[in-house]
């Protein structure tokens, strides 16, 4: 007669048809065996007895019969049985008895070592598990060792006590870290699991130990990627380091998205070059390109990227991402057919937008083009007339048509309706800031500060209300002490904004400190060219004597943006044509 190969409750009608107990018994191929058991009539029966009392009333009762009958038979698959059994009934003690019990009957088993582990897990006996996790580790397949190492972070992501987990995996992963084929992997686990408990610096250290082992290995660096902030300088070193190799184009990705998030936009830039030439079939690289040479005003390059990213994306399956993507496009590739007062293109690039999610956005777009026609109030009729299906919705339609009359220069019109909004609890730090930035717009300067501290006391993070308040003090010349003091403060919780150092550079030119203006503009110009920094860079010099290399600046400004109002403004001002 066949020996009970699997489980019980869906076998049971085998057997009631199988031969006469006194058959030959099959011994199991997929784990080592211990001596097999003939199922008779009286275990026939126990099982039978177990699955109804686990699927009844009893399944304390029906867990008991089937891990008895996996110890009489030595079927893997019984034990397997009386554990999932016991987390039916929610008993995890049981669960864990019944594991251990397959593991004792085969020790080589990596199955039922796994679940002895993950039951520990489960069970937050997290001390107890080292054992269980090193004897997984020895026996997976060489081969296939990196892979089991890059999955313990998730095995313990749900336990309580994070940081013992971090000390107890690091403890059971002893033997690997300094192994070169395994150091880079199991460093890494070891630095997620200390980032989860929150040890940000232990986890830096491990990816600096896993990279110094394996300098090649992606683990530590995608570490390091994530570590990437201004408060840990030392986390970018080990990205870049792994960028002098040949990084996955997916990484370097994730370096140019994290030079972005950083506000350094021409490294971000540089990072994209690269990708684009390395993998030139990579689509989200030219789609990420062409946004940042169209915010950089360089609309032919960006139409080239742009329309490389549709003819990629297209020829891919579709799904929610690429209709993001191609919706980010075509509105990216109106706005700059809006640029060159072609409207009918513009409006044809947003008639191929599919994606509803996209109708706010694309319906700006629309909006924007009908204002550039003079057709303002068509226009706001327009934004209006979108959905309102939620409270956030109404915002957006409200942020959309305040933009439009700020773009168009309806400053009192954008400040009523802000006004209107913010009267309203509770207080949106975003719409008051704009609302300030409006007053200042139309020149009331006493409301533009009254809004900005109020601002400030309802988020003191809001860094954008510190410079702002700060670049007013120092455009006027007055208070040049505070400014710099709110200045440096907006510093601290955006270290790397180019916008803000630019800022603390026009307080310092106030202040008479023209050479440490002129540092201080240069490594912002290098960051983010842009015309409002070219604008005050141009000054610096001009009033060092450097003239040449102001009218250079400046040059460099007009065709980043003609029109922008603070280079313009300074270029009457100093009577020169550049």
Do not use: C
């Amino acid at each position: 007669m066949k020996r009970f190969p699997l489980a019980a409750g869906a076998l049971l009608l085998a057997f009631a048809q199988a031969a006469p107990a006194q058959s030959t018994p099959t011994v199991v191929e997929t784990e080592t065996p211990a001596e097999p058991t003939a199922l008779d009539a009286e275990l026939f029966y126990q099982l039978l007895l177990g699955e109804l009392n686990a699927r009844g009333t009893e399944p304390g009762a029906g867990y008991s019969l089937i891990l008895d009958a996996a110890r009489k038979t030595n079927d893997p698959a019984l034990y397997q049985r009386a554990v999932d059994v016991a987390f039916q009934a929610r008993s995890g003690d049981s669960a864990l008895q019944a594991a251990r019990a397959w593991k004792q009957a085969y020790p080589t088993s990596r199955e039922a070592n796994r679940y002895v582990l993950q039951i520990l897990v489960a069970l937050n006996r997290v001390a107890d598990s080292t054992e269980p996790l090193k004897t997984d580790l020895a026996l997976a397949d060489p081969k296939d060792r990196s892979a089991v190492l890059a999955v313990i972070p998730r095995t313990y992501s749900r336990v309580t006590d994070k940081k013992l987990a971090a000390g107890v995996v690091e403890q059971a992963l002893a033997d690997y870290l300094a192994q070169p084929a395994t150091a880079a992997p199991a460093w890494t686990a070891v630095g997620r699991l200390r980032l989860a408990a929150g040890d940000s610096a232990g986890a830096l250290e491990a990816a600096r130990r896993g990279q110094a082992l394996t300098p090649t290995a992606e683990g530590p660096a995608l570490l390091a990627l994530e570590l990437m902030d201004p408060k840990l300088p030392q986390a970018e070193p080990i990205v870049r380091r792994y960028m002098e190799g040949k990084p996955l184009p997916e990484l370097r990705m994730g370096y140019a998205r994290a030079l972005l998030d950083a506000q350094r936009y021409g490294e971000a830039a540089q990072q994209l070059q690269v990708v684009t030439a390395e993998k030139p079939d990579y689509p989200e690289a030219w789609l990420v390109q062409g946004t940042l040479q169209l915010q950089d005003n360089h609309d032919a390059a960006a139409e080239a990227s742009l329309r490389r990213y549709i003819e990629l994306a297209q020829a891919q399956r579709s799904g929610d991402e690429r209709a993001r993507g191609l919706a980010q496009a075509y509105m990216s590739l109106s706005k700059i057919a809006e640029k060159r007062k072609d409207y009918a293109m513009a409006g044809a690039w947003l008639d191929r937008i599919e994606n509803q999610q996209d109708l706010v956005a694309a319906q700006n777009r629309r909006a924007s083009i009908l204002a550039r026609q003079g057709k303002l109030e068509e226009a706001r009729k327009l934004l209006r007339s979108l959905p309102e299906r939620n409270p956030e919705d109404a915002r957006i339609k409200l942020s959309a048509e305040v933009q439009l009359l700020r773009d168009n220069k309806q400053y009192k019109a954008a400040y009523d309706l802000l006004a209107q909004a913010t009267a309203k609890p509770p207080l949106d730090a975003d719409l008051l800031y704009d609302q300030a930035m409006l007053a200042e717009k139309m020149g009331n300067l006493p409301e533009m500060e009254r809004l900005l501290r109020q601002v400030i006391a309802a988020k003191p993070e809001y860094h954008s209300a510190y410079n702002a308040l700060g670049y007013s003090f120092a455009e006027r010349n007055v208070r040049l002490p505070e400014a710099k003091e709110l200045i440096q403060k907006a510093l601290t919780f955006a270290p790397d904004d180019p916008f803000i150092s630019d800022s603390l550079a026009w307080v310092e030119f106030r202040m008479g400190n023209r050479a440490e203006a002129l540092r201080i503009l240069d490594t912002a110009y290098k960051a983010r060219p842009d015309a409002d920094i070219a604008a005050h860079l141009g000054e610096v010099l001009w009033s060092l004597g450097q003239r040449d290399r102001a009218q250079t600046i400046w040059k460099e400004g007009l065709l980043l943006n003609s029109d922008n109002e603070t280079l313009q403004e300074t270029l009457k001002r100093l009577r020169v044509k550049p």
